[in-house]
C-alpha cells in the first residue's frame, strides 16, 4: 500500500481496499509499460508516477458528488485523472474522451486489463463530443488535466456537464491566476459561474489548483465551436 493515496483517499472520507491499491499499481505498470511504445507521459520515473498521475488524480476526489455520478474526463490521454478515479470511486460511471486513436486503443486495452466496468472510453475530439446528444449536458463533473488554458477548456467542459448541477473540475497549476481573467467572458457565455480556486496540498507539486467552475443553466447550443469555425481562436 502506498501511504500518500491512502491519505488523499481519507481527505474525501473514503478507504482504499488492497484490491484498489492493486490495480492503482497495475494502471501505471500498463501506463509506462505502453509510454514505452508512445507518447502518453513525459513523467517515466516509477516513484513519480505515484505521486504526480495517481496521487494528482486522487486530489479531485473531495470534489466529487457523494453518491453515484457520472464523471467525462476531456483530453484524457493516456487516463490521468479518470482512470484513478474510476478505480478510487467504483459507483462512478467513468467517459474517457480522447481524440487520438492509440491514446483511446490504450485505454480500452488498460479498462479491460483492469476489470473497469465503469469505465467507457470515447474516441473523439471534444468540441464533438460537446454536440454529441450522447453527451452533452449529461456529466455531473467533467475534468481536465494539462490539456489547454481555462477559457478553451471552459468551452470544451462547460457544453458536457448538466445545468444548475453540474460543474467542472479543472486541474491547473502556477498560471492559472493568469488564465482566470481571461476565461472570465468565454465562462459567463457557456452559462458557467464564478469559479473556486481550490489549492492542492501534494508532495512536490507547487502552486498546484483545483479551479471548480459551477454551471448556472443551459449552454447555448452555438458552443463548443467546431475546430474550423473557432480558427484556434478562444472565446473572448
Not at 459507483?91 to 474517457?96: E, F, K, N, P, S
Not at 479498462?111 to 466496468?117: K, N, Q, V
Not at 467572458?185 to 459561474?193: H, S
Request: proline share 7%; glycine share 8%.
Amino acid at each position: 500500500m502506498i501511504p500518500l493515496w491512502n491519505d488523499l483517499a481519507s481527505r474525501a472520507g473514503l478507504t482504499l481496499s488492497d484490491e484498489q491499491h492493486t490495480k492503482l499499481n497495475r494502471y501505471l505498470d500498463l501506463l509506462l509499460e505502453a509510454n514505452t511504445r508512445m507518447n502518453l507521459t513525459r513523467i517515466t520515473d516509477r516513484a513519480a508516477a505515484e505521486v504526480q498521475h495517481v496521487g494528482d488524480a486522487l486530489t479531485l476526489l473531495p470534489f466529487l458528488p457523494g453518491g453515484a455520478h457520472r464523471l467525462g474526463d476531456v483530453g484524457t490521454g493516456g487516463g490521468v485523472p479518470g482512470m484513478p478515479l474510476a478505480i478510487a470511486r467504483p459507483d462512478a460511471q467513468v467517459v474517457l474522451i480522447e481524440s487520438t486513436k492509440k491514446k483511446a486503443a490504450f485505454l480500452s486495452e488498460a479498462a479491460r486489463a483492469l476489470g473497469l466496468e465503469n469505465v467507457t472510453i470515447v474516441d473523439t475530439r471534444a468540441e464533438d463530443a460537446g454536440q454529441s446528444p450522447a453527451l452533452r449536458e449529461t456529466f455531473d463533473v467533467a475534468t481536465a488535466r494539462a490539456v489547454a488554458t481555462l477559457d478553451w477548456l471552459a468551452e470544451w467542459c462547460l457544453p458536457l456537464v448538466k445545468p444548475k448541477t453540474g460543474k467542472v473540475l479543472a486541474m491547473k497549476g502556477a498560471r492559472a491566476s493568469e488564465e482566470l481573467p481571461a476565461a472570465a467572458k468565454a465562462i459567463n457565455l457557456l452559462n458557467g459561474a464564478e469559479p473556486i480556486v481550490h489549492p492542492v496540498d501534494l508532495p512536490g507539486s507547487e502552486h498546484r489548483v483545483i479551479v471548480e467552475i459551477p454551471k448556472r443553466g443551459k449552454t447555448d447550443p452555438r458552443y463548443p465551436r467546431n475546430a474550423t469555425v473557432a480558427k484556434g481562436k478562444a472565446l473572448s
